[in-house]
């Protein structure tokens, strides 16, 4: 229709995208396979059918699970290289990929084994013109030092990476783990010169999404769709043009909302912030990027004048140079 040939040629930027989430189950089965790790399934579709989440947390245990498959440094390259591909199908030009190293690290794998695949993986793609970066995400149901022990695992890294690392975010179990909790530990990222992000407004509240803007000093906020509950912070967010990096089909899969004509993110839009649409864990919640554009403009009757503003509030959002957003729209 003309709506999804829309959708598919406008040029977007990617913000919200876990790689350990499109870790999809022919490749989680392929490399269980090839690398002796034991699942608890017996095949590709018995994976896909595991797929039902009833909240955050039960789908974070299943994905926890899932990467555990991921052991060499080609195995990074091979999971950065496929969402490439899928990203560059749905017109995606950048992308600025989540990494979970302590899920990794836990394991035995060396934080230099996940930077070296996905930088690769990312350095190559630049022959197609396509542009991506990464940002290095903490565990928050884990400690602060953990986390710090794990910026002080990367910091070797940082000359070598420096054309691709770009910030530090904060995912997992939202409920219970505030942003203040890793107040000191961002603290030192945004010394080193990283930009800051963070999970914030998901399953957690509108308090949480002030505490990542005023302790952490984030540039973004990840979901952020508890927002609304706060008309201050509303008005906070619309006048700085924070962005919110938000995901139609994880909120659905994961029941933060019932139904995607109950999202809030046209009202939110329409408010004056700066919302963009995301896909978070594609292999998860079955949808890349145009997925979740098309998901959304069907249900909240998204205009095209809308969802060209979106697409181009991600270039906006992103961490490139002024120059380079000058090229990009
Ligand atoms: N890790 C991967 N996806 C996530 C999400 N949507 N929220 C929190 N942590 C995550
Ligand atoms: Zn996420």
Known sequence: THLHDFIRGLPKAELHLHIEGSLEPEMMFALAQKNGVRLPYPSVDAIRAAYHFTDLQSFLDLYYAGA?????????????????????????????????PQTHTERGIPVATVFSGIARALRDARQQGF???????????????????????????????ADVWVGVG?????AGNPPEKFRHVFAIAAAMGL??????????????????????????????????????LMEHLAKQRTPLTVCPLSNLKLCVVPDLRHHNLARMLRAGLCITI????????????????????????????????????????????????????
């Open 278 to 329: 995301n896909s978070d864990d594609p292999s998860y919640f079955g949808g890349y990027m145009n997925d979740n554009f098309i998901a959304a403009a069907e249900a909240l009757q998204l205009s095209c004048a809308e969802l060209g503003q979106i697409a181009r509030n991600s270039f906006e959002a992103a961490f490139v140079s002024p120059e380079q957003k000058r090229i990009w729209y």
């Open 131 to 161: 542009s991506g970066s990464m940002i290095l995400c903490f565990l928050r149901h884990l400690s602060e030092d953990d986390a710090m022990a794990t910026l002080e695992a990367a910091l070797p890294l940082r000359d070598d990476y």
């Open 195 to 232: 930009h800051l992000v963070a999970h914030a407004g998901e399953e957690g509240p509108a308090a949480y999404i002030r505490s990542a803007l005023d302790v952490l000093q984030v540039e973004r906020i990840d979901h952020g769709v508890r927002a609304e509950d706060d008309t201050a």
């Open 170 to 174: 904060l995912d997992s179990s939202e």
């Open 68 to 100: 555990a498959v991921l052991q060499t440094e080609q195995d990074f390259y091979d999971l950065t290289s496929a969402y490439i591909r899928r990203a560059i199908a749905d017109h995606v030009r950048h992308a600025e990929i989540f990494f979970d």
